[in-house]
């Protein structure tokens, strides 16, 4: 976790301390423990989302805030479920309207590697399977690919209401180095990477997990960073 975001947290739960004092103290009366606690969480990830423009960290944290606080808002007659199924649809809507920009850009369809040039980076996505940068889509079904690059630097991996397995174990590293974007939103993404590659991990995940399975090598002279989001759903990294 950055400095930055340890520093917010921080504050977020002193301040939270401070409302359950100022509670116990009868200025805050019928918000217990657990509402002022999801309250904080709850408030911090949608800060969070609207600084990363995270759209499904964004909705999902405000439908959960109205469902804590439906009663008081008077608005039970869409809680829970009808106000999560908006966030969900609004979630999706969204990423088609706005795709982030920079290293990522519209995909074109299930699997397909993409060329684009990105005005940030100047990237350039190839369209073949050996490519320095690579991406993969896997929305609403299963994916497998296998990256052959002998030169990879860059990879772009987005699964939704689906479920995609990358191989990376046939690849070679460009210098040495790569960066792999994944985002994962109600799926799963699953990369086997070499365990001789020194693998760093710097993503994020609401309402999901990221899991290692097996070891690297963290002297190794193959350094892969993998970022990116992951919201109700899973990136698991198996080492091979």
């Not at 009868?26 to 709850?42: M, N, S, V």
């Not at 499904?56 to 829970?80: H, K, M, R, V």
């Not at 990376?168 to 699953?190: N, R, T």
Request: aromatic share 12%; glycine share 14%; net charge neutral.
């Amino acid at each position: 976790m950055k400095r930055g975001k340890k520093l917010f947290w921080g504050i977020l739960f002193i301040l939270g301390a401070l409302a359950l004092i100022v509670g116990k103290l009868g200025y805050l009366e019928g918000f217990g423990f657990w509402t002022i606690l999801f309250t904080i969480c709850l408030l911090g990830l949608l800060i969070d989302g609207i600084f990363r423009r995270g759209f499904g960290t964004i909705l999902f944290s405000l439908a959960f805030l109205a469902i804590l606080y439906d009663e008081l808002l008077g608005i039970e007659a869409i809680t829970p479920w009808p106000v999560l199924g908006a966030a969900l649809l609004g979630t999706i809507g969204l990423g088609i309207i706005f795709p982030k920009k920079g290293a990522r850009g519209a995909f074109l369809g299930k699997g397909h590697i993409y060329k684009k040039t990105v005005k940030s980076d100047s990237y350039k996505f190839q369209e073949s399977m050996d490519g320095e940068h690579v991406a993969f889509d896997c929305s609403f079904g299963q994916a497998v690919k296998y990256v052959t690059s002998k030169s990879l630097s860059r990879g772009e991996m987005e699964c939704a209401f689906g479920s995609l397995e990358v191989y990376l174990d046939g690849a070679s590293l460009k210098e040495g180095k790569a960066d792999i974007y994944v985002e994962c939103s109600f799926g799963s993404i699953v990369l086997y990477v070499p365990e001789d590659w020194k693998v760093v991990v710097n993503t994020s995940a609401v309402f999901g997990g990221v899991e290692e399975k097996g070891s690297c090598n963290p002297m190794g002279t193959d350094i892969l960073q993998i970022q990116g989001e992951v919201a109700f759903g899973a990136l698991e990294i198996r080492y091979v």
